[in-house]
């Protein structure tokens, strides 16, 4: 199993631009999420999914927009990046509640 | 779900034990007490959790209190690659939103 994987590993954009990070898991986990971690801080929750074609919002969604077609899949779309959203970008899943999650490498991102 | 409050750093002895304390004073009854981990700028490793009662696995101990209201975590042998921030975060399931706070600096010194 590959586990986890996110692409790109880095990512620089402009102000304005749009892009998706991509989110993938091969366990067949229901439990995906996206989190945000920021110089020097923990991670932040910033949507979630319990299963394919159901998404819920964590502590700091705007700007953001995630969809779950596939179990597999969980990408996260900023929508017109700002230099607020430079972070990195982690994205995790579980087999199902109460279980323990799985971390992706995380993506660099930098807004210019 | 409730807070945590953690040391900002701690120090060990390569070789010897790690014991990570945490607050949850809060917390209530159908949560449950989880630790991760995250070396330098990796994605968090889960490492252990617990409702009550001691559990121990190949990783760590982690020991609650019997009001619930703290845990310490114990590395028995911690060795370099030990070192890392180490989160203690208290959810309830169903659940499965994880709230990390900003962790414990743990450094083990040769």
């Known amino acids: 199993n590959a586990g986890v994987t996110q692409t790109p590993k880095f990512q620089v954009l402009k102000t304005g631009q749009s892009m998706t990070l991509q989110c993938a898991q091969d366990?067949?986990?229901?439990?995906m999420s996206w989190y945000r971690q920021d110089p020097g801080m923990g991670l932040r929750l910033i949507h979630y999914?319990?299963?394919?074609?159901?998404?819920d919002q964590g502590e700091v969604p705007n700007g953001y927009n995630v969809s779950r077609s596939t179990t597999e899949d969980f990408p996260l779309r900023l929508l017109s990046a700002a230099p607020s959203q430079t972070s990195v970008y982690f994205c995790?899943?579980?087999?199902?509640?109460?279980?323990?999650?799985?971390f992706g490498p995380g993506t660099r991102l930098t807004v210019l | 779900d409730a807070k945590t409050t953690q040391p900002t750093s701690m120090d060990c002895a390569e070789g010897r034990a790690a014991n990570l304390p945490c607050n949850h004073s809060?917390?209530?009854?159908?949560?449950?007490v989880y630790w991760y981990r995250q070396i330098h700028s990796q994605g968090p490793q889960y490492i252990i959790h617990?409702?009550?009662n001691n559990e121990t696995n190949e990783m760590a101990s982690l020991i609650i209190t019997e009001d619930r209201k703290s845990s310490t975590l114990i590395l028995p042998h911690a060795t370099l690659r030990d070192t890392a921030v180490y989160y203690c975060?208290?959810?309830?399931?169903?659940?499965?939103?994880?709230?990390f706070g900003a962790g414990t600096r743990l450094t083990v010194k040769p």
């Open positions: 617990g409702l009550k």
């Open positions: 999914s319990v299963g394919a074609g159901i998404t």
């Open positions: 809060t917390i209530s009854g159908n949560e449950y």
């Open positions: 366990m067949n986990h229901e439990y």
């Open positions: 975060i208290v959810r309830a399931a169903p659940y499965n939103d994880m709230r």
């Open positions: 995790a899943s579980s087999r199902n509640e109460g279980n323990e999650q799985f």
